[in-house]
C-alpha cells in the first residue's frame, strides 16, 4: 500500500487532542483504509461502525442512554460514511462532550454531506482532513520516473486503484465504472438536481479546462439558468469534482476579477467523461492537462502542509496574464506553467513584475516541477 501524507498527523491527532476527526473527500480514495491504518496504530478497545449498513445505523442515535451501553467499554469509536446516519452531528457532539474517554475519527465521501451535517453542532469540536487521489509526493518518484509519473496522471489521474493497475484497458474501464457509478452518487442522493443538465454542464467544463469559462454560455448551450449553473457548479465543488479560481485583482482598474477558472479535482474523470485516453505524445490539450495537473497537485501539497492560501488566476484587460496565483498571509506567489521546457513565448509579465515587486514569480515546466510539488520529508502535518 502507498503510505498516505495525513496519516501521521491522524494519528497524532486522535491520540493527543480532545477533537472529533473528520476525514472527507471524494469516494474511492481510499478513506476507509486509511482509518483502519490509523486504528492499527492505536492500543485500546475500538468500535467500529459502518453508515451504509442500517443496523449500524441503528445503532447510533442521539440519546445519552442509548450511546451508554455501545460506548461504556470503548476506548475509540471510528464511523464510516457517516453522512448515511441521521443526525450524525449531535450524535459525535454527545459522544464528544459526555463520553470523554473515547476517541472518535468519522469518515464522509463529500463535504455537502458530513461537514453541513457536523458544522454546527461539532463548532469547536472537530479537525477535519481532507484526503485526496494520491499525490505527486505519495508517490514519491525518483528523477528517472518523474516524467512518466506526471505524464500517466494526466491521463488516467491518480486513484488508488489505479496506480497498482498495469493494463490500460483496465484503468479505462475502472476509470468508466467510477464516473457511472460513483462520481455524482452523493449529489444525487442528496440534493434535486437535473441529471441529465449536471452530465452534460460536467462535459463542457472537461473541455475548458484553465479557460475563463462564461456561466451564461454554459447555461445557454445546456438550457438552464444562470443561477442553476453556479449551484451546480458548488455542488460539484462540494463533491470534490471540479475546482473553482477567481481572477486576483488589487487594481480594478487593470486586473479582471469577475472570471472564473475551473479545473477537475482528478485528470482520469475528466479524460473519462469526454473518453479521451490518447497517449501525451498525440494530444492536442497537453497545455492544458499539465496546467490542470499543477494546480491540483499543487493544492494537494500545501493541504497536507497545513497550508491553505487563497488561490487564483491573474489577467488584465489588455490580455496579460498569469497562470496560477497563492496568496498567503504575507506572502504572494504567481507561476506561469509551460508544458515544455524549450520554446514558446511563455515569461512572467512585466505589468505583473511591476505592480507586484515583492512577489515571488516562477515558470513551471516538467524540469522544475518537483520542487513545486514535494512535500518536504517530515514537513507534513495533519491539520
Not at 463533491?239 to 472570471?259: M, P, Y
Request: glycine residues 8%; hydrophobic residues 35%; proline residues 4%.
Amino acid at each position: 500500500m502507498i503510505p498516505r501524507i495525513p496519516e501521521k498527523g491522524l494519528l497524532q491527532a486522535l491520540q493527543g487532542k480532545h477533537k472529533v476527526l473528520c476525514l472527507l473527500g471524494p469516494r474511492q480514495v481510499g478513506k476507509t483504509t486509511l482509518m483502519r491504518r490509523v486504528a492499527g496504530r492505536v492500543q485500546g478497545r475500538q468500535l467500529f461502525l459502518n453508515g451504509d449498513f442500517d443496523d449500524d445505523r441503528r445503532l447510533l442515535r442521539p440519546e445519552r442512554s442509548s450511546l451508554a451501553p455501545l460506548l461504556e467499554k470503548q476506548d475509540y469509536l471510528f464511523v464510516d460514511e457517516a453522512q448515511n446516519i441521521d443526525g450524525v452531528g449531535r450524535i459525535l457532539k454527545i459522544v464528544h462532550d459526555e463520553f470523554p474517554a473515547v476517541r472518535v475519527m468519522a469518515t464522509g465521501s463529500s463535504s455537502f454531506d458530513l461537514r453541513e451535517q457536523t458544522g454546527e453542532p461539532l463548532t469547536g469540536r472537530q479537525i477535519t482532513q481532507v484526503l485526496y487521489p494520491i499525490s505527486y509526493s505519495e508517490l514519491d518518484p525518483g528523477p528517472a520516473e518523474r516524467r512518466t509519473c506526471m505524464q500517466e496522471a494526466m491521463i488516467y489521474g491518480a486513484y488508488p486503484e489505479l496506480i497498482t493497475t498495469q493494463s490500460l484497458s483496465d484503468k479505462q474501464a475502472y476509470l468508466r465504472q467510477l464516473v457511472a457509478d460513483y462520481l455524482l452518487r452523493d449529489i444525487y442522493a442528496q440534493v434535486e438536481v437535473n441529471q441529465s443538465k449536471l452530465t452534460d454542464m460536467l462535459r463542457l467544463l472537461a473541455f475548458q479546462i484553465g479557460s475563463e469559462v462564461s456561466l451564461s454560455e454554459i447555461g445557454r448551450q445546456v438550457g438552464i439558468d444562470t443561477k442553476t449553473v453556479d449551484r451546480y457548479i458548488d455542488l460539484l465543488e462540494r463533491a470534490f469534482v471540479v475546482i473553482r479560481l477567481g481572477g486576483f485583482s488589487r487594481n480594478l482598474r487593470k486586473e479582471v476579477s469577475k472570471s472564473q477558472k475551473f479545473y477537475f479535482m482528478d485528470l482520469g474523470i475528466r479524460n473519462a467523461i469526454l473518453q479521451a485516453f490518447q497517449p501525451i505524445a498525440s494530444r492536442a490539450d497537453v497545455g492544458q492537462l499539465w496546467e490542470n495537473y499543477l494546480v491540483v497537485e499543487r493544492i494537494k501539497r500545501n493541504a497536507y502542509l497545513g497550508l491553505h492560501p487563497n488561490y487564483y488566476f491573474w489577467r488584465t484587460y489588455d490580455r496579460q496574464e498569469i497562470d496560477f496565483i497563492e496568496e498567503g498571509a504575507e506572502s504572494l506567489a504567481a507561476y506561469e506553467f509551460k508544458s515544455k521546457e524549450e520554446g514558446g513565448k511563455r515569461r512572467i509579465p512585466a505589468l505583473w513584475r511591476k505592480t507586484y515587486p515583492d512577489s515571488h514569480a516562477e515558470i513551471i515546466h516538467p524540469g522544475t516541477a518537483h520542487p513545486f510539488l514535494e512535500v518536504e520529508a517530515g514537513s507534513e502535518s495533519g491539520s
